[in-house]
Structures are given as C-alpha cells and as structure tokens.
C-alpha cells in the first residue's frame, strides 16, 4: 500500500463524496478506507464534533457520516456518488439509482423475525396467515410474508423494537441480529431468517456515467483492500 498524503483543509466544490454510516460499521471500515488510501481530516475522529462533512488526504475526496439508513438516500439522489450501506437498507429501499458492485464483507448480522419465548414454544410459523410485526423494516417484511402467503402489518419502529412484544404494541419484532444477545435479554427468541446481511460499496448509477475514471478508480482501490483484508 502506498503512503498516504495529510489531510488537505477543506474539498473543493466538484469533489467527489463518499457517504459513510455512523456507528459500529465505521470501525470495521476504517482498515479498508486506509488501505484505499483514504484518511479523513482529524476531527472526524472526534466523537463530540458535530461536523457531518469531512476532508480527506485526497484533494477531491470529501466524507460525509450520516445514519445508516440515510446512506443509501444521499447516493440514490446523487449528493453523494458514492457510499457504504448494508444490503438490509438496500432491499428496503430498492433504489434503482443505486449500484452496488462490491460486498465489503464487514458488518455481518441477519434480519430475523422474533418473538416471545415463550410464544415460540407453541407456535408454528407455518400457519401463520396473518401476522403484526414491529419493524423499521416494513417493505422487506411485507415482501418476505407475501412470497408464503402470510399478510404482514407492519407497526414502523426506528428503534427499541425489543420493547414492542414486551409492552403489547405486536407479539412479533422483525430486526437486525448480530449475536442473539439483545433479544435473549428481552426475552425473545429468533423464530424465522429473513436474510443476511453485510455492508456494500454503492454507487451511483449516474455518476458512473458521467465520472467513470473517478469512480472505477475507487471501486478498484475498495476491491484491493477488501482482497488484501482476506488474504
């Protein structure tokens, strides 16, 4: 890997903007980002700044760190032409904007649907006909019910959704799964997989167009990190 250039002091109008999700998937990325080259200006490292944009060690390469879910918005609509999200978010929003080339291969978790231990010793999801689930993921779930013939209501939650069987808001959540762990102190229990789940370089379809060089160049640099990351 070549040495990387200090941080330059600020982007200039037409740089080019990768979107970066807040959170525990940053620190699972950050190797990759250096072995691409990338190196964010100082403060983006400090946890109390309230800065979204940042510049990099490359001239025309800015960083913005948005949630998650937002991620995939700012590259569909073209703010930013590039990002990292993970395919949970791309299937609930289903952009055709958005072009997802590479499987980082960090970020591992699944999208399940739980509910009540002691509902699960019971029930058969097999007769489910109808069912009501919590979930920030309404569009995947609906989908996922309907290819087996089950309606699915969705309650829209965009957290705590250990909280809703608990409480009576719906007997079933249907969420992000990374060691079982949150669900077992709430006293729930993994009862359908949904899919896995793992964090993408996206990119937008437009912007490959129009800056091909640009954007090639850095799929190839996010591609060599995550090789060099399995070696």
């Known amino acids: 890997m070549s040495a990387v250039t200090p941080p330059q002091a600020a982007a200039p109008d037409d740089a080019l903007v990768l979107a970066l999700p807040k959170g525990r998937i940053l620190k699972e990325l950050r190797p990759l980002l250096t072995h691409a080259g990338i190196v964010p200006e100082p403060e983006f490292d400090n946890e109390d700044s309230r800065l979204l944009r940042f510049a990099t060690n490359v001239p025309n390469l800015s960083i913005i760190r948005v949630r998650s879910f937002d991620v995939a918005t700012f590259v569909a609509f073209g703010a930013a032409h590039l990002g990292v999200a993970g395919n949970d978010v791309l299937m609930e929003f289903d952009y055709p904007e958005i072009y997802a080339p590479l499987d980082l291969g960090i970020g591992a978790c699944r999208l399940s649907v739980a509910e009540p231990v002691a509902l699960s010793e019971t029930d058969d999801p097999s007769r489910w006909s109808h069912v009501r689930v919590a979930t920030k993921y309404p569009e995947v ?91």
């Open 141 to 231: 779930t609906k989908r996922h019910f309907a290819a087996r013939g089950v309606q699915a209501e969705c309650v829209k939650l965009n957290g705590a959704m250990e909280l809703a069987p608990t409480l009576g808001l719906c007997r079933r959540i249907v969420d992000l799964v990374s060691t079982g762990s949150t669900l077992k102190a709430n006293g729930l229990k993994e009862v359908e997989h949904i899919a896995d789940v793992t964090s993408r370089l996206i990119v937008n379809r437009a912007a490959v167009k129009t800056r091909p060089e640009e954007i090639t160049m850095w799929m190839d640099k996010f591609r060599e990190a995550v090789d060099a990351r399995k070696a």
